[in-house]
T-cell receptor, first 114, second 115 residues
């Protein structure tokens, strides 16, 4: 079953602009991960944030986590055409007593126009 | 180069004809899993394996089999494929289950069409 819900489902921006995607989840978590999927390719891990962290950076990526609101956001700054992809959040199933699997959202499709 | 390799990348076949999708990883990962990805349904886990000879059902195991005889290989078997198994399939591996915070490494996918 899906836990994460990304918002928006689709986003179209111009090169150089910032892109923000949100992920909401339903149960308590130990960690949350973001992945990117280019068209026709496998998912690539971007960044992981743990439940005791509020913000994390990696290059042009900034991830925030608000456990009180059960939500996370992924910000891509100064976007490039190469950032065009689908972005997924994934959470652990700790509250369900099952940390053997990730629970995936449906993804945000980002289009960056040159 | 660290990678997860799936074969074939594309396959069109007919109902009932047994097929196997192979998956191999060269990172000495213990945990491997299979997903299918369908529009509007996202990624759904089919089976996973915690280690050699240890496999378990995911969310949508019906119609699939797996085996884990060696650490590096985790084939997905469709004994009698049906059209509702037409999908994009991904194999993934990691040091331990994704729920413990380890990043998953994905193959490039296998697009299966069952006619």
């Amino acid at each position: 079953s899906q836990q994460g819900e990304e918002d928006p489902q689709a986003l179209s921006i111009q090169e150089g602009e910032n892109a923000t995607m949100n992920c909401s989840y339903k149960t308590s978590i130990n960690n949350l991960q973001w992945y990117r999927q280019n068209s026709g390719r496998g998912l690539v891990h971007l960044i992981l944030i743990r439940s005791n962290e509020r913000e994390k950076h990696s290059g042009r990526l900034r991830v925030t986590l608000d456990t009180s609101k059960k939500s996370s956001s992924l910000l891509i700054t100064a976007s490039r055409a190469a950032d065009t992809a689908s972005y997924f959040c994934a959470t652990d199933g700790s509250e369900r007593g099952n940390n053997r699997k990730l629970i995936w959202g449906l993804g945000t499709s980002l289009g960056v126009n040159p | 180069e660290a990678q997860v390799t799936q074969n074939p990348r594309y396959l069109i076949t007919v109902t009932g004809k047994k097929l196997t999708v192979t998956c191999s990883q060269n990172m000495n990962h213990e945990y491997m899993s299979w997903y299918r990805q369908d529009p509007g349904l996202g990624l759904r886990q089919i089976y996973y394996s915690m280690n050699v000879e240890v496999t378990d059902k995911g969310d949508v195991p019906e119609g699939y089999k797996v085996s884990r005889k060696e650490k590096r290989n985790f084939p997905l078997i469709l004994e009698s494929p049906s059209p509702n198994q037409t999908s994009l399939y991904f194999c993934a591996s990691s040091l331990d289950p994704g729920g413990r915070g380890q990043p998953q490494h994905f193959g490039d996918g296998t697009r299966l069409s069952i006619l």
